[in-house]
């Protein structure tokens, strides 16, 4: 079998655990498969890196930040790659640029366009190992690019397509896709299998375990992907087709994003076009926008409210305040995003209402909601997100 591993930050977060994982690579070798190991950095480290790169500015130019982040992922490459080679396992570290994995150049949130495969599949001829820097690859003009926040498992995922691998598993500090966060609730219960557009919506809402454009991205190619614990040899979670799901359940699970900062215009010019202006604005600065609300209009004027991740709510302020499409505006990142997600929810009524009955009576305001054919999400203050987490689990009785 052709496997793609991928190992997340607190899975190689010290050195006796990337040893640890050098140990369940060699095993894997040693069964007879071939094995591609993609990397992110130690746990920490991005952080620790960012942080550097604010101390000058606090927004610093996206060129030099990917050259930075970048070398977390490098470290840990380098160091899984000797580990494994004293393990007597003939082994070869790849930088994303190595790899030959080719990105646009919307630095520090770049897509990937391409994967030449032709170095990986070099080195597995040979019998190798090949460990790959996760979370990095170079455009047309030879830079350093980054995917974003969790764009390892984006890595792992389209080198798995691009290889047409037999399976891809994703190793982090938990052992599978649960019902809701097990830290929040301690009754979550752990999915055997979950369908590509719940774990997107999961994703997409704030759930950690699988970044939200690497799920896109499995569907797309079909990869078969698994995740799974770094820590023991537990069954993980299955992310497949829908049609592989034999019943579809009314909700699969309960997310919350704390990355979330809501912007309000208040007083803007109740006008054809003035909307397209705003987002049009926001798009140029590539600020991601996921919520909207409208106000009607009144006396010519309306109110505009929409949310963006909190580490762009610098950028979003930068450009509201220059475009001046309104008479106030208001920053606010003490808010948290709560959201339902369940493929049963297509076919079933009252699922919006139980979640609105159920905050109501916990005396929980919503500000804002957004719904999908199988997500229901909800902006709540920040003191009332894991809060809103239990009680909402506990009225789908998602621990049945």
């Known amino acids: 079998m052709l496997i793609v591993q991928k190992y997340g930050g607190t899975s190689v977060g010290t050195l006796e655990r990337i040893e640890a994982v050098a140990d369940r690579v060699a095993r894997a070798k040693k069964d007879g498969n071939d094995i591609v190991v993609v990397v992110s950095a130690m746990s920490g480290v991005t952080n620790q890196l960012v942080e550097y790169g604010e101390h ?10 990917d050259m930075l982040l970048s070398s977390g992922e490098q470290v840990t490459t ?75 498992d984006l890595s792992a995922v389209a080198v798995a397509g691009a290889l047409k691998a037999d399976l891809c598993e994703i190793y982090t ?34 759930a950690k375990v699988l970044q939200n454009r690497s799920v896109e991205l499995a569907k797309k190619l079909n990869v078969k992907l698994v995740t799974r614990s770094s820590f023991n040899d537990n069954e993980g979670t299955l992310i497949t087709g829908e049609d592989n799901i034999m019943e579809a359940v009314l909700v699969s699970g309960i997310a ?17 076009g003035i909307a397209a202006e705003i987002f049009t604005t926001l798009a140029k600065e590539n600020v991601n926008v996921d ?3 409208q106000n009607v209009g009144h006396d010519g004027t309306t109110n505009l409210g929409f949310t963006v991740p909190q580490n762009e709510l610098e950028i979003a302020r930068r450009a509201m305040d220059k475009l001046q499409a309104a008479k106030h505006i208001e920053f606010n990142d003490a808010i948290v995003k709560v959201s339902v997600v369940g493929v049963g929810m297509k076919s079933h009524s009252g699922v919006a209402c139980l979640a609105f009955e159920t905050l109501a009576r916990e005396g929980i305001n919503i500000q804002m909601i957004s719904t999908s054919e199988i997500k229901l999400s909800m902006i709540v203050d920040q003191k009332y997100g894991e809060l809103a987490v239990r009680v909402l689990h506990d009225a789908y009785k998602l621990d049945a």
Not at 80 to 87: D, G, Q, R, V, Y
Not at 180 to 189: C, F, L, V
Not at 197 to 204: K, V
Not at 259 to 269: I, K, S
């Open 56 to 65: 000058f500015s606090k927004v610093p130019n996206a060129v030099a930040m």
């Open 78 to 152: 380098a160091l899984l790659t000797i580990a494994l080679n004293e393990k007597g396992i003939e082994t070869v570290g790849l930088t994303g640029a190595m790899a030959k994995i080719y990105t646009d150049s919307v630095h520090t949130k770049a897509r990937i366009e391409e994967i030449d495969t032709s170095r990986i599949k070099s080195e597995l001829e040979r019998g190798r190992v090949v460990v790959v820097a996760g979370f990095q690859g170079v455009d047309e003009n030879g830079d350093i690019t980054t995917l974003g926040r969790g764009g390892s």
């Open 173 to 206: 500090d938990v052992d599978g896709v649960y019902t809701t966060d097990p830290r929040i609730e301690k009754k979550a219960k752990k999915l055997e299998r979950i369908s590509y557009e719940e774990m997107l919506e999961l994703a997409s809402a704030g």
């Open 256 to 272: 919350l994003d704390k990355n979330q900062a809501r912007v309000t215009l208040r007083g803007v010019v109740d006008k054809p």
């Open 291 to 293: 919520m909207i609300i």
